[in-house]
């Protein structure tokens, strides 16, 4: 499975930025999608998660400014991210799991978020 990330840039505290990830492999087979970020010196965390049926699961610190949307034909998931904080600064990574009899992951490269105050 490639993954393919953009979107990234330097934007301003409470701008936004989509981030975009298109997977060579068709959505529905991928049993979750999500978006990972590091910021430097920091272990990567999850930020958001969506299932094959389309649930979605968000990470404490960007609930309710972050949104993750599918376009299925595409095979493209999307990261919509308003009001950004210079705490969003990392890069962000797009990952996609596998589960037939274990977890396979997947990871494309990094795209970087710059949020400035």
């Known amino acids: 499975v490639q993954l393919q990330a953009s979107g990234g840039g330097s934007v301003q505290r409470g701008a936004s930025l989509t981030l975009s990830c298109a997977t060579s492999?068709?959505?529905?087979?991928?049993?979750?999608m999500n978006w990972y970020r590091q910021a430097p010196g920091q272990q990567r965390e999850l930020v958001a998660a969506m299932m094959a049926d389309g649930s979605t699961d968000y990470a404490d610190s960007v609930k309710g400014r972050f949104t993750m949307s599918r376009d299925i034909p595409k095979n493209t998931v999307y990261l919509q991210m308003n009001s950004l904080k210079p705490e969003d600064t990392a890069v962000y990574y797009c990952?996609?799991?596998?589960?037939?009899?274990?977890?396979?992951?997947?990871w494309g490269k990094g795209t970087l978020v710059t949020v400035s105050s």
């Open positions: 492999r068709n959505i529905y087979t991928i049993t979750s």
């Open positions: 990952n996609a799991v596998i589960q037939i009899k274990t977890d396979m992951y997947y």
